[in-house]
T-cell receptor, first 109, second 111 residues
Framework: GQQLNQSPQSMFIQEGEDVSMNCTSS?????WLWYKQDPGEGPVLLIA?????ELTSNGRLTAQFGITRKDSFLNISASIPSDVGIYFCAGQPGNQFYFGTGTSLTVIP | NAGVTQTPKFRILKIGQSMTLQCAQD?????MYWYRQDPGMGLKLIYY???????DKGEVPNGYNVSRSTTEDFPLRLELAAPSQTSVYFC??????????FGEGSRLTVL
């Protein structure tokens, strides 16, 4: 299957700080998705990207579809305690979606 | 708004037993997927379907079977359960093969 490398694996930040995470793939993707998962729940879609170079925001979240189509970035500005959770990237080269291993975010009040 | 509904939410199986995880969506999505998530890991695709009557294998299909007789339902069958199938299973649906919408998951333990 496709390899999706997501980094960092975990982050511990102070409330109010900005956060950046990224995903890289070994092949070209047509779609990049970013999800957040809270404990015991299913992933919830944050942002969807469909075009190389696309930059999309959702409140304090901003994501970009890399120009090479092999990477994507997610930024969270001015973090708050409810941002705690695991963030996953997902990429789609065809009919299948492949997921990264996740970035665990802890926000310290 | 139901979205994607999975049942059961929790289940304990003995080695060698069989069971079916149910998944239903009310959004009229053509595409449906089954993923498993092991602790600390991302989601691995088991099977997917692009429409009623059409299914295909994902990355980790061994030990599982699926069927898609209607647009709404996409059950996942485990035959001869093994401890390696202990996991959290997520069903998802997608309109026109774009965003994935997930259910809340089914937590399976095989002892």
């Amino acid at each position: 299957g496709q390899q999706l490398n997501q980094s960092p694996q975990s982050m511990f930040i102070q409330e109010g700080e900005d956060v950046s995470m990224n995903c890289t793939s070994s092949s070209i993707f047509n779609t990049w998705l970013w999800y957040k998962q809270d404990p015991g729940e299913g992933p919830v879609l944050l942002i969807a990207l469909y075009k190389a170079g696309e930059l999309t925001s959702n409140g304090r979240l901003t994501a970009q579809f890399g120009i090479t189509r092999k990477d994507s970035f997610l930024n969270i500005s001015a973090s708050i305690p409810s941002d705690v959770g695991i963030y996953f990237c997902a990429g789609q080269p065809g009919n299948q979606f492949y997921f990264g291993t996740g970035t665990s975010l802890t926000v310290i009040p | 708004n139901a979205g994607v509904t999975q049942t059961p939410k929790f289940r304990i199986l003995k080695i060698g037993q069989s069971m079916t995880l149910q998944c239903a969506q009310d959004m009229n999505h053509n595409y449906m997927y089954w993923y498993r998530q092991d602790p600390g890991m991302g989601l691995k695709l088991i099977y997917y379907s692009v429409g009623a009557g059409i299914t295909d294998k994902g990355e980790v299909p061994n030990g599982y079977n699926v069927s898609r007789s209607t647009t709404e339902d996409f059950p996942l069958r485990l035959e001869l359960a093994a401890p390696s199938q202990t996991s959290v299973y997520f069903c998802a649906s997608s309109p026109l093969d774009r965003e994935l919408f997930f259910g809340e998951g089914s937590r399976l333990t095989v002892l």
